[in-house]
Nanobody, 114 residues
Framework: QVQLVESGGGLVQAGGSLRLSCAAS????????MAWYRRAPGKQRELVAD???????TYADSVKGRFTISRDNAKNTIHLQMNSLKPEDTAVYYC????????WGQGTQVTVSS
């Protein structure tokens, strides 16, 4: 069974950048779409960005132009480059397939201070 491990979160000031990584224990090449999600305090988990096996990407309106998702099937990883971070980006970030069916990992905490 595939397991997902997220990393790269941290504390950053508004306007800063972070790069998140997600490592899968199994092959990701068979998954059509992989994605990053986030859950902010007191809110439901939401889809942030996804990427198909062909490299097509979609983004939530709130992160368009600031975040970039990428995947490396050879290394079974996906990444999320986050620039121009805002306090409202504070959340725990998770990776999964889209739609999500793999057991959720621990996520990685991103905290953006104003």
């Amino acid at each position: 069974q595939v397991q997902l491990v997220e990393s790269g979160g941290g504390l950053v000031q508004a306007g800063g950048s972070l790069r998140l990584s997600c490592a899968a224990s199994g092959s990701t090449s068979s998954f059509n779409a992989m994605a990053w999600y986030r859950r902010a305090p007191g809110k439901q988990r939401e889809l942030v960005a996804d990427i198909t096996s062909g490299g097509r990407t979609t983004y939530a309106d709130s992160v368009k132009g600031r975040f970039t998702i990428s995947r490396d099937n050879a290394k079974n990883t996906i990444h999320l480059q986050m620039n121009s971070l805002k306090p409202e980006d504070t959340a725990v970030y998770y990776c999964n397939v889209q739609p999500p069916w793999i057991a959720w990992g621990q996520g990685t905490q991103v905290t953006v201070s104003s």
